[in-house]
Every structure is written in structure tokens, then in C-alpha cells.
């Protein structure tokens, strides 16, 4: 993954921004994710937090302890500004000192190129997985769901610990998921395993939250899941 592609960044190296196209293209291309709001025409139109974190990596290294926490929707005019050192507790904001993400970091940090790259890559493969292939399963256990007119889910935090900053033949593996139904609201729960060349050298949570939740329907859910399908068969018939 060539996630220079995917974002602009200015002589400085401290002010990043990401055009539309590089959004829904990463969104699409090197997640899988066919989220319509990562359609370069859709309305509400926001950068995959995935990306975020992505660029995060590549920017400051990967550390042993990370722990991202989502605050706010980056869009195309958004300019986020990159401090020059990395610290233990940070946050990324724009000029007008709105915040979008915080990050806490600690242990050692490694800036191998090859490393960054394939983790970041297998995590947003992953992370992509969430719909439909873990969220239905969970909803239909706890018979809820998403408003299939308009599904909210909102990416809240994710949280790596690593044992080793080295490694090949990344992967990641499920290892829990919970769903805690709180009426209208519910908070979802991935707990997977990093593995290099099948050796457990890490681990991670991904958290989520679900707005609109209403009773379970299989048959409108089915329609959501067609529609995501589609969207999906559609790109890979031109990519």
C-alpha cells in the first residue's frame, strides 16, 4: 500500500489533507469499505477513519501502546495540523483548533517502512469486515438493528498493544465481538489477535457506536446488505 497516494501534505510535513478522490478511492480500493459516505459525490461526505490512522502510522511510526479516540468528521476542506514531534498524549486539529482525533502513545516506536505498511493495510482490510460480515450476526442476536433508510455507524476508537514492532505475513483475527443494545444506541465491541506468519504478536480493540437502532428485521436488513453487495460488485466490475 502506497498510502502517500492518499493524501496531500504540505513542504512543512505538518498540515495534511485529503481530496475526495484519495478518500473514497482508499475507502474502496485498500479497505473494502462501501460505506456511502465515502462516495466522492455524497452529501455528507467524510474521510474514512481508517485513513486517519494510516496516515498517523506512516507520519509518527508505529509504537508499542496506541490508542486512537474519533472526535470529528474530516471532509475535503478539512487541514489537519501534524505536530513536528510525537508525544505520549496528542491530538489532531485544524487551524481553527477543532479537534478530530486523539492519540495516546507509549513503549517503543519503530519506523520501518515495510512493517507500517502491511499493518495498516491488514488492520483497515479488517476493520472493513465490520458490516455486513460481524454486524449482522450481533444484531440479529440481539434483535436490533440499523435504520436501513439511513445506518449511523460511527467509528468512536480503536487501541493496539504490540509484543514485537517486527514482522511479515501480518494478519488479523477476530477474536470477540459484543454488541451492548442501550435502546436507540448501542456500542459495539471487536477485540482481535495481530498475528505474523501465524505468531500472536499483538492484539487490538476496535469500538463503534450504533444511532437509530429498531427492532430486528430480516427482511429489511436483507435489502441493506443487497444494496451494500451490489455497490461492492459494481466497483470491483470497473476497478
Request: charged share 25%; glycine share 6%.
Amino acid at each position: 500500500m502506497n498510502i502517500e497516494n492518499y493524501y496531500n501534505i504540505d513542504a512543512q510535513g505538518q498540515i495534511v489533507s485529503f481530496t475526495r478522490e484519495q478518500a473514497s478511492s482508499f475507502a474502496k480500493g485498500i479497505a473494502g469499505d462501501f460505506n456511502p459516505i465515502h462516495d466522492e459525490d455524497h452529501r455528507r461526505f467524510c474521510v474514512p477513519g481508517d485513513l486517519l490512522f494510516s496516515v498517523f502510522l506512516a507520519h509518527y511510526g508505529v509504537s508499542q501502546r496506541m490508542k486512537f479516540e474519533f472526535s470529528g468528521m474530516v471532509v475535503d476542506s478539512t487541514q489537519l495540523i501534524f505536530p513536528a514531534q510525537l508525544s505520549s498524549h496528542m491530538s489532531l486539529s485544524d487551524a481553527n483548533e477543532k479537534n478530530y482525533m486523539d492519540i495516546e502513545v507509549s513503549g517503543d516506536n519503530s519506523k520501518e517502512a515495510e512493517f507500517i505498511s502491511m499493518l495498516s493495510e491488514k488492520y483497515v482490510q479488517f476493520s472493513s469486515k465490520t458490516f455486513p460480515h460481524i454486524l449482522v450476526p450481533l444484531m440479529e442476536q440481539e434483535k436490533v438493528m440499523i435504520n436501513p433508510s439511513r445506518p449511523l455507524v460511527i467509528y468512536k476508537s480503536m487501541e493496539i498493544t504490540l509484543d514485537k514492532l517486527s514482522g511479515k505475513q501480518i494478519e488479523l483475527s477476530l477474536k470477540e465481538a459484543s454488541l451492548t443494545n442501550k435502546g436507540k444506541k448501542g456500542e459495539v465491541r471487536l477485540e482481535f489477535a495481530i498475528l505474523s506468519a501465524g505468531e500472536e504478536i499483538g492484539h487490538g480493540a476496535k469500538n463503534l457506536l450504533l444511532s437509530g437502532l429498531r427492532e430486528y428485521d430480516a427482511s429489511q436488513l436483507d435489502d441493506v446488505i443487497a444494496t451494500y453487495t451490489q455497490r461492492k460488485s459494481e466497483f470491483l466490475a470497473v476497478a
